[in-house]
């Protein structure tokens, strides 16, 4: 048994063999699995259709493009940074600590991975409003007023994104278990201490996939930022909110901004590969 | 256990490592552990005591509480009723509810899995529990490779876990566990992951390492030959009690109860090394294979399974053959065979031999209790083992 063994009792999928048959496929799922896979990649591929490659630059560098991208990208990496900060913590309690309700506030965690974004705008508006229960207070007593701000815009995309990261560090906390930590306090050092030296360090590869998909989440967000923070240009119009404003009029813009999310997700999937998407988590 | 009664009474300290003095005054005085725990449908209860450099062996079978018993001791469980101390140092005491967490108790662990740090090399790994006392990177490196070296390891310091066998990170995880110098070391069933080829190796090492250790020893196992060879005491336990305890020789040499018997299940004659053989105190000799060599006179034993014992009324022809002679003290039926317990020598009842032989033999030879016979068994089925004082 080697050093990197796998603890007992967790499935470990079998390699196949070299010069192995692959199990065979049967017929009838042939056909379906072909439809899936043009039915995902047909459109995207029909968006390249239908730009005009030598309109591409000057589409891209206009100044509606220019101020969404830079919108998105600042705002999706701030909704990244808070969803570590509030969501890595909460991934930690869920995975290590036991107490009544633990599985209805897992349940909740997962809340807004189902629940359509517009719902969760609605949701964020009504709580932090002018007359929200606390949207109220936050007005009154520190002349705060979050909705259609580009804060909004963060809020809207880290309710919607965090649950991805939380998920994530929440399956790799529990996969790996507790022995490491065990024998780290036999070597005298306290949680904290475990934490920082142990948990963490073997729980980057997740991290880095984790982030990738909540930055790549909170890139996309449209229903919530919409409903919770409008569509104001240069403040709260991200790059979706662009989109579906300018393919009202020019659709060659429109189409021109939707290939640079495609080409953003691309990116993600094939340089990042987060495990989750890959299936081998 | 009346002795240790007087730990507890006048300790009266709160739940921190330096907070309760000793109760005797005279330097450490090593584990004292009293445990009461429930799992399930079955309860552990039970009391030890282990002397600072003492090696315990608990012996059982699976899920007689073994393995409990460290969860108890290292505080990753919290027993229903206990008290443990350390050289007067309350770690547990459900009454005065003090538990002193697992890492302000100093234990060291040394498990069936090495667990080391997969992120860490393993220079680090041993570096850690120095680390986290506070000594800086450089010393705690310099040691840590010393500790490497006292496991034959030192040449493997800049590997990752991954890159090492078993039997490697074995040595490792031993060495990060005694580099942390714990006040008391626990082994949970050490050897019991490692191949055929790889085990006898490193329970030489457990041997030779915990001969120089001072702190109190626990060790979990179900293997009797790690008791012969590293435990002074031995506990046994089935069903989550103790149903014997005592000195190492005596527990297996002489078993009091039929479980014990069972497990135990090895014929140990004790003596002083000399090459290949163990010359035992009143001048007898007898011849087998080493297994870890030990220094000339260093004490060791044969051992060897009463399976393999034969038994003769005159001394039996051929070299290979060792002949002990016994007196015959006990005869019972077991399974197929009939085992006879022979003395060795009177004046010492606990180097009794068993052999099992066939009742064919047994009615051949007209075998009776009180009969002076020879015990023989061939030089190849004898391990000789270099042995703890116990």
Redesign the interface.
């Known amino acids: ?4 063994a796998p603890p007992l009792g967790r499935l470990v999928p079998r390699r196949a063999r070299e010069g192995e048959r692959p199990v065979g496929v049967p017929l009838p799922l042939r056909l379906p699995a072909l439809l899936a896979l043009a039915l995902i990649v047909l459109p995207v591929l029909g968006l390249f259709a239908r730009v005009d490659p030598a309109r591409l630059p000057t589409l891209l560098t206009g100044p509606a493009a220019l101020t969404a991208l830079g919108l998105s990208v600042r705002t999706a990496l701030a909704a990244t940074l808070l969803a570590l900060l509030l969501g890595g913590p909460l991934a930690v309690v869920l995975a290590r600590s036991r107490f009544p309700g633990l599985r209805f506030v897992r349940g909740c965690v997962l809340l807004p991975l189902v629940l359509p974004p517009v719902v969760g705008g609605l949701a964020l508006l009504y709580l932090l409003g002018r007359t929200g229960p606390l949207g109220g207070p936050l007005r009154d007593w520190f002349g705060l007023s979050l909705p259609y701000t580009t804060a909004a815009v963060v809020l809207a995309q880290t309710f919607v994104a965090m649950p991805f990261l939380v998920v994530s560090l929440e399956g790799a906390l529990r996969a790996a278990g507790t ?2 930590e ?10 904290w ?2 934490f920082r ?2 948990t963490l ?2 729980l ?1 590869p997740a991290l880095g996939s984790g982030l990738v998909l909540t930055f790549a989440r909170a890139l996309g967000e449209f229903g919530a930022t919409i409903t919770f923070a409008g569509s104001l240009r240069g403040t709260t119009r991200t790059l979706p909110l662009a989109i579906y404003t300018e393919a009202q009029a020019d659709v060659d813009a429109a189409v021109a901004m939707s290939l640079l999310l495609v080409a953003i997700a691309l990116l993600v999937i094939l340089v990042a590969r987060p495990k989750a998407v890959e299936g081998r988590g | 256990m009346a002795e240790h009664t007087d730990d507890a009474t006048s300790a009266t300290g709160r739940s921190s490592r330096e907070a309760v003095a000793p109760a005797s005054g005279h330097g450490p005085t090593g584990l004292t552990a009293e445990v009461r725990l429930r799992r399930g449908d079955f309860t552990l209860d039970m009391a030890c005591r282990v002397r600072p450099g003492e090696v315990l062996a608990v012996l059982g079978p699976n899920g007689a509480g073994k393995s409990t018993l460290l969860t108890a001791l290292t505080g990753s469980v919290r027993p229903e009723r206990g008290r443990v101390s350390l050289d007067g140092r309350t770690w547990l005491d459900t009454e005065r509810r003090i538990d002193v967490p697992t890492h302000r108790r100093g234990v060291g662990l040394l498990a069936q899995r090495a667990v080391l740090f997969p992120h860490l090399t393993a220079l680090d790994n041993v570096a850690f529990g120095l680390r986290t006392a506070g000594v800086r990177r450089r010393p705690a490196r310099r040691a840590a490779l010393e500790w490497l070296r006292r496991t034959d390891t030192g040449e493997l310091s800049d590997r990752r876990p991954a890159e090492l066998s078993g039997g490697q990170a074995q040595r490792v995880a031993l060495a990060r566990a005694l580099a942390a110098d714990p006040e008391l070391l626990l082994l949970d069933e050490p050897l019991s992951a490692l191949d055929v080829a790889t085990a006898p190796a490193m329970r030489g090492l457990l041997r030779r390492v915990l001969g120089e250790q001072r702190s109190p020893c626990v060790l979990v196992t179900h293997d009797v030959l790690d008791a012969v060879v590293l435990a002074d005491r031995v506990v046994v336990l089935d069903r989550g009690g103790v149903v014997e305890q005592g000195r190492t020789r005596r527990v297996l040499a002489r078993p009091r109860t039929a479980f014990t018997a069972r497990i135990a299940g090895l014929n140990l004659v004790n003596g002083s090394a000399a090459g290949d053989s163990v010359e035992t105190p009143r001048g007898g000799v007898v011849h087998g294979g080493v297994v870890e060599p030990a220094g000339r006179g260093e004490p060791a034993a044969a051992v060897f399974p009463p399976t393999a014992v034969a038994v003769h009324r005159e001394v039996p022809e051929g070299s290979p053959r060792n002949a002990i002679p016994v007196r015959l003290v006990g005869m019972e039926p077991r399974g197929d065979a009939i085992r006879l317990r022979g003395e060795t020598d009177p004046s010492e009842p606990e180097t009794a031999l068993a052999a099992d032989v066939t009742p064919a033999a047994v009615a051949e030879l007209g075998l009776r209790v009180g009969d002076e016979v020879f015990f023989a068994v061939k030089a190849t089925e004898v391990a000789i083992h270099p042995v703890s004082d116990g």
């Open positions: 048994m080697r050093g990197s022995e490491y065990r024998v780290s306090a036999t070597l005298g050092a306290g949680p201490l475990t030296r142990v360090p073997m980057l």
